[in-house]
């Protein structure tokens, strides 16, 4: 069991734990393609619900957590223990198994009483300053009541554990050294007679690259002062210290801080005027937010949207012009070539950045549009091709159906259409078999939101923070086409969707979504995309079909003198399903 508070690095422990053969939930029951943890939650759905429906009994939920007594247990157990270890058992098919939801750290007595002495513990402890600049974040939490709840987990975490196996150890520890880390977690199992293997080095450094690291703070130098209080620095300098324990014997902890209790109190006094039946997802009393026009806001500011256009002379003029009026004000453009752009009759209004990187020769278009978007700051990256003639107005639309959480959404793409066919409308690209040759996907009408396969390369949009956790745009790629396509598969097996915003009409002269590109090109982009996601046996087959192409010595090659195994490797880390479940969403059809 992975224990630790809301933002604290138990997602990545738990993903590395589960890399190292541990087993996960069931594919049904996986809680993943969330955008506040993009590279996944790895947790139980029917666990997490399980858990809120014991919080809620006692008043409490996640963010106004009890502090169970001893008859509180009790009766806990008398009513629900062995709905809880069916419930478990549904959720686990196969063992052994790594479990986490930040709500056992509050519910730990109850756990360890139904689970038996078949658990073993790993506490991750995160700076709580960290914790409360995530919460700011993510929550509009203020760090008053950050804290309070960095410190109520934790110290529950650490009095529940009394007595089993436990590893204690830091989000730093992880990030510092995930293979000496790992190596440790593999030598705590093996004495506890749950003997696991090492994780592959190239998977613990993908899923561990900090880059989603939004905040620092030293362990050394946490003076009590405004946001800490003296039992909050006590406390983090014990759970800060790293140990190994088959008995695990808490330290002295210090007294809860007096003034946890009471902000808990508030809480549960508003939560408890709202409709019982909302209790968990009812917002705290306003004195304990972050108001949201305070200039510390720790939100931060970022554009709301960053246009990424490879520089192409006069056809990348004629995609500016197009642009010409969408933009909200605050939003950036990102010119990628080899030299200045610039735009005859047009010039960006104040509220629009211009930004260019200079490369020392022409880039592919598929390298271009992954550096732009890899610069990019806004919320939403706007990947747009040189070929672009007319846009209905776009951002309102695309924005709200990508910011809607239940989608899940990713990527998402406008209704296309090409200068030459004018009468068709493009809804992305599908695969025709699996040999991963695609055709666009032609739909007449619709007015909502349209799941896709996979988004075309011509014009698409996406949520920049999982773009950034599903390892950004393949600049290998031969065409943009190939480069998308593959990040829609990408995106679909980490949990979450792509679609098309049929409302929404962008015209291209650029023939290419219709026609393909060079023979060679063509089959080394499917033949990389399958490298990336294939298992063995499908892999297998599709190598020895595509051996007798033409094409196909060169385009192995090609292949074979590049990255592909390793960023296997790094894809394996954030994809949580396999994909033959892609397949069974989008089965090839024919043309």
């Known amino acids: 069991m992975i224990l630790g508070m809301h933002r ?14 541990l087993a996960l939930p069931h594919d049904e029951d996986l809680f993943v393609g969330q955008r506040p943890n993009p590279r996944g939650h790895w947790e ?16 409490a939920t996640w963010f106004c957590p009890p502090s169970l007594s001893a008859g509180d247990v009790s009766q806990m157990l008398d009513r629900h223990a062995s709905d809880a270890l069916a419930k478990f058992h549904s959720a686990y098919t196969e063992q052994p198994w790594v479990w986490k939801d930040p709500r056992t750290c509050v519910l730990l007595p109850f756990w360890s009483a139904v689970l038996g002495a078949r658990a073993a513990y790993v506490l991750v402890v995160r700076h709580p300053l960290e914790v409360s600049d995530s919460l700011a974040r993510r929550n509009g939490y203020s760090p008053e009541v950050s804290l309070a709840l960095w410190e109520r987990y934790t110290r529950e975490a650490m009095l529940g554990a009394a007595g089993r196996p436990m590893l204690v150890c830091t989000y730093d520890r992880v990030l510092a050294d995930p293979m000496g880390w790992c190596e440790g977690l593999v030598a705590f199992l093996g004495e506890l007679g749950a003997p ?71 809480i ?30 720790a939100r931060g500011v970022e554009p709301p949207v960053s246009v990424v256009l490879a520089s192409d002379g006069a056809a990348a003029q004629a995609s500016v012009l197009a642009l010409a009026g969408t933009l909200p004000p605050g939003s950036e453009m990102i010119f990628v070539g080899v030299g200045e752009t610039t735009v005859g009759g047009w010039s ?36 747009t091709s040189a070929g672009v003639v007319h846009r209905d107005p776009w951002y309102g639309p695309l924005a709200q159906v ?13 209704a296309m259409r090409v200068e030459s066919q004018p009468e068709a409308r493009y809804f992305g690209r599908t695969f025709v078999d699996e040999d991963l040759q695609s055709l666009p996907v032609l739909v007449a009408e619709g007015a909502t939101p349209v799941p896709a396969a996979l988004l075309a390369g011509t014009d698409c949009a996406f949520d920049r923070r999982v773009l950034n956790a599903a390892g950004g745009l393949d600049a290998e790629f031969s065409t943009v086409d190939a480069a998308v396509a593959e990040l829609s598969v990408r995106f679909w097996r980490m949990g979450f969707r792509c679609a098309i915003v049929p409302q929404i009409e962008v015209w291209s002269r650029n023939a290419d979504i219709v026609e393909g590109g060079e023979e060679v090109d063509c089959l080394y982009d499917r033949l990389r995309i399958a490298a990336l996601h294939f298992d063995d046996a499908r892999l297998r087959a599709f190598t020895e079909r595509a051996s007798s192409l033409p094409a196909y010595e060169a ?35 024919s043309a």
């Open 402 to 414: 990508l910011d809607t959480p239940e989608r899940k959404l990713a990527g998402v793409g406008a």
């Open 196 to 266: 696991i293997d090492v994780v592959d080095r190239t998977l613990a450094g993908a899923f561990t690259m900090d880059g989603l690291r939004h905040s620092r703070q030293s362990w050394t130098e946490m003076p009590d002062g405004s946001l800490l209080s003296p039992e909050q620095v006590a406390l983090a300098g014990l759970a800060s210290e790293f140990t190994v324990q088959r008995a695990y014997v808490p330290p002295s902890l210090p007294p809860e801080t007096p003034a946890t209790a009471s902000i808990f109190e508030e």
């Open 268 to 297: 549960r006094e508003h939560v408890a005027k709202r409709n019982g039946g909302l209790r968990r997802l009812a917002g705290l009393p306003a004195r304990l937010l972050i108001a949201e026009e305070s200039p510390d806001d």
């Open 8 to 21: 604290s690095g138990t997602s990545l422990v738990t993903r590395l734990v589960s890399l190292m053969g």
């Open 348 to 383: 960006p209004p104040d509220e629009v950045s211009i930004r260019q990187i200079l490369c020392e020769e022409q880039p592919r278009a598929a390298e271009a549009l992954a550096l732009g978007a890899q610069a990019a700051r806004g919320r939403m990256v706007l990947l």
């Open 555 to 589: 385009a192995a090659a090609r292949l074979a003198a590049g990255d592909v195994q390793h960023r296997r490797a790094v894809l394996a880390t954030v994809c949580a399903f396999p994909i033959a479940r892609y397949f069974d969403s989008f089965p090839p059809r």
């Open 44 to 59: 139980s759905k029917s666990l997490v619900a399980f858990n809120n429906s014991l919080l809620e009994e006692r008043d």
